[in-house]
């Protein structure tokens, strides 16, 4: 309840203050703070994927500055020998705004990564963009199989009868690839799962769906009995490693995300980075279970 209060507050704090929280989730705010990142979590033997920070922009000119921005950064990432891949919010690329422009730019994007033999993500973003991502999914998905994916979100009543309606791109040659997580919106009660339980019961529901159906998935959760749930499902569909991988968030639970790699199994980090960090890790601070305690110790030694 008190965290709630704290989260709903978060905005009229100064920004400096949020910074100090923040800086936890954020590789940094340039590319050479995503590369050392990246660097320090290949030697750890995580992969990644990459995130320039940056969402809802307001005009195409934006637009046109994040997709370079995209393409500036797979050049460095590959010149840094980087193992990682990309994951691309449409409307950072103008998605509300002019949906055709928003697919030149992405398959840009997917294009100059697809001639690196990489691979980019499609966040999911809220729910008046649900249909739009797939749509742009499928298009992206028909031109580069190999080189496109797609985020699922559990809590989305609609999910299993979209993964469901999306087998038809998926083929014993070339799987099609997704990251399944909870989802992170506010979503009304009509269309989204709200209680713990039952998010969790549709995501590992969702996450049977693809192993039986041969989909390669990005298990991306730190929610303990998912990842219980997830390996028991690997055991009884006797899952290959070349077919899932776990996926966690930056400076969110290190010893679990430990503890997978330990166990052998691949595991990629979600590394951002940018100078527009603010949505991005005021969304994260309301997850913390502990925001309410960091916050109000700062608030105290602060005055
Ligand atoms: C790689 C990756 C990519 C994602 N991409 C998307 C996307 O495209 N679209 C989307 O809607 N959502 C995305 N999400 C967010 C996701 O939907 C969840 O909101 C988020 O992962 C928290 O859910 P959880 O499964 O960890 O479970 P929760 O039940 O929220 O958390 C389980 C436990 O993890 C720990 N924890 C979780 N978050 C934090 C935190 N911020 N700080 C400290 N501890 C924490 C706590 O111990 C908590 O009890 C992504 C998540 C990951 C890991």
Known sequence: MFNKFIASILPYFPKKFIWIFSRAYISGVTMADAMRVSKELNAQG????????GEFIKSLDEAEANKQEYLDLIEETQKNGINGNYSLKPTSFGLLIDKEVCYRLMR???????????????DMED?????????????????????????????????????EKMLDMNTPEIPTNYRLCKGIYVEPAGIAYKKYE????????DLEFMFRNKIYVGIATHDKPLI?????????????????EFQMLYGVTPKLRQSIVAGGHVMRVYVPFGEKWFGYSTRRLKENPKIASHIMKAIFVKG
């Open 198 to 205: 039952e998010i969790n019961q549709h995501y590992l529901e």
């Open 228 to 244: 219980e749930g997830a390996y028991e499902l690997i055991r009884k569909y006797n899952v290959s490693k070349n077919m899932y």
């Open 108 to 122: 840009e994007i997917v294009a100059k990564a697809a001639s690196y033999n990489n691979f980019c993500r499609i």
């Open 127 to 163: 729910s008046p963009c649900t249909d739009l991502e797939i749509e742009l999914y499928r298009r992206l998905h028909a031109e580069f199989p190999k080189n496109v994916g797609l985020v699922i979100q559990a809590y989305l009543k609609r999910t299993y009868g979209d993964l």
């Open 46 to 53: 995580i992969r990644v994927t990459l995130d320039v920070l």
